[in-house]
């Protein structure tokens, strides 16, 4: 049975611990607000500029692009999305399991990594996978060039044939305590889904469509990866938070549980010196 001294050393290392915790949930509450604001100005802005590409694909009979182009997909490049830290639930294990999810429903097909995030990178590095590139500390001050670079490598080893099909897995915030695992197709660019079906206004270009439809093709392709760096971002705080919620209460509990040992252990203690002076009078 542990002594009065152990128990007090026991008190005192989780009372350190739920202080880290507190710490920790603050500092994400924090982080998350500022996150979840850019992941909410950042989706009107996507739909927008997707509205604007199919207004474009509308009005364009020949339309034509690399990142257009469809192939056999026998060579796919896996874009995976995951945290630079740990200590957020089930964050990282909800995407590592549902990219080898992906891997195995495409064991046929020659699957490169792309990692995002230290995470998702050292998990397939230990199990000796090869990673084509990989983008670790991005997340402390996750930026738009970060985005640029991703999809430029994305965009380049697509227009220059290496891969057939990009897919990316990313978390999407859904709330504070929900995130849900997404594994969307981003290369090629579906035409049909580009397109608009609704009736839409008759604009005048000052530039000639397939001019500015090359420019604002790629960028929204950043936007799209942009878009799941940012949603990825406030969902790792969003975990990170309700995690550390659920340590700092568990401390507490067990603080307690403690806590009323001791005080059994030094009521036991004090009813045994009563019974022997009793006994020895």
Wanted: hydrophobic share 40%; proline share 4%; glycine share 4%.
């Amino acid at each position: 049975m542990p002594s009065l001294l152990d128990i007090r050393r026991r008190i005192r290392s989780v009372k350190n611990t739920q202080q880290l915790t507190k710490a920790m949930k603050t500092v994400s509450a924090a982080k998350l607000r500022r996150a979840q604001e850019r992941v909410l100005s950042a989706r009107p802005y996507a739909q927008q500029l997707r509205k604007v590409l199919g207004n474009l694909t509308a009005r364009l009979e020949n339309i034509s692009h690399p990142l257009l182009e469809v192939r056999p997909e026998q060579r796919i490049l896996f874009v995976i999305v995951t945290a630079d830290r740990g200590l957020c639930g089930a964050f990282n294990s909800n995407i590592l399991r549902a990219a080898q999810t992906f891997l195995r429903s495409h064991a046929g097909q020659n699957v490169k990594l792309l990692t995002a995030g230290r995470k998702g990178r050292d998990f397939f590095r230990r199990r000796g996978m090869s990673i084509q590139r990989e983008f670790v500390n991005i997340f402390s001050r996750l930026d738009y060039s970060h985005a640029r670079d991703i999809s430029e490598a994305v965009a380049q080893t697509y227009t220059d044939a290496e891969c057939d099909a990009v897919y990316v897995v990313y978390n999407e915030f859904k709330s504070v305590i929900q995130q849900r695992v997404v594994v969307e197709k981003l290369l090629p660019l579906s035409r049909a889904e580009l397109r608009e079906t609704d009736p839409q206004p008759d604009y005048i270009f000052e530039q000639p469509p397939q001019e500015i439809f090359d420019r604002l093709l790629p960028r929204y392709a950043e936007v799209q990866i942009y878009r799941a760096l940012l949603e990825s971002a406030a969902s790792e705080h969003g975990a990170r938070m309700a995690s550390m919620d659920t340590a700092s209460r568990n401390a507490g509990e067990m603080i307690d549980k403690l806590t009323l040992n001791i005080n059994r252990i030094r009521q036991a203690a004090i009813t045994r010196e009563i019974i022997q002076v009793v006994s020895g009078a």
